[in-house]
Nanobody, 121 residues
Framework: QVQLVESGGGLVQPGGSLRLSCAAS????????MGWFRQAPGKEREFVAA????????DYADCVKGRFTIARDNAKNTVYLQMNSLKPEDTAIYYC??????????????WGQGTQVTVSS
């Protein structure tokens, strides 16, 4: 069993930055691929970014490439999402996800509870 707890969300102006964190419980964090998804009001949950177990591979949705960076620290059981040049369309609830194979789709083993990100002037 893995529990994921996100933090770092909030209100930011367009062009600003935020860093989300996701702390995982358990001693097997390094065996899981980790990722971030988001869900805006009235829309389906969508993939944002993913990182492999040892950070060898990362993947991003086209809409965030060049602006968002995913990273993990296996010693701290934590995955991060650095979000720069934020736009109003980035407003959503951001969810952390963990899976032993891939977090590229919604079919993952574990979800966090989500953290709200609002980009507005």
């Amino acid at each position: 069993q893995v529990q994921l707890v996100e933090s770092g969300g909030g209100l930011v102006q367009p062009g600003g930055s935020l860093r989300l964190s996701c702390a995982a419980s358990g001693r097997t964090f390094s065996s899981y691929a980790m990722g971030w998804f988001r869900q805006a009001p009235g829309k389906e949950r969508e993939f944002v970014a993913a990182i492999s177990q040892r950070s060898y591979n990362t993947d991003y949705a086209d809409c965030v490439k060049g602006r968002f960076t995913i990273a993990r620290d296996n010693a701290k059981n934590t995955v991060y999402l650095q979000m720069n040049s934020l736009k109003p369309e980035d407003t959503a609830i951001y969810y952390c996800a963990a899976d032993q194979l891939s977090v590229r789709t919604n079919a993952v083993d574990y979800w966090g509870q989500g953290t709200q990100v609002t980009v507005s002037s």
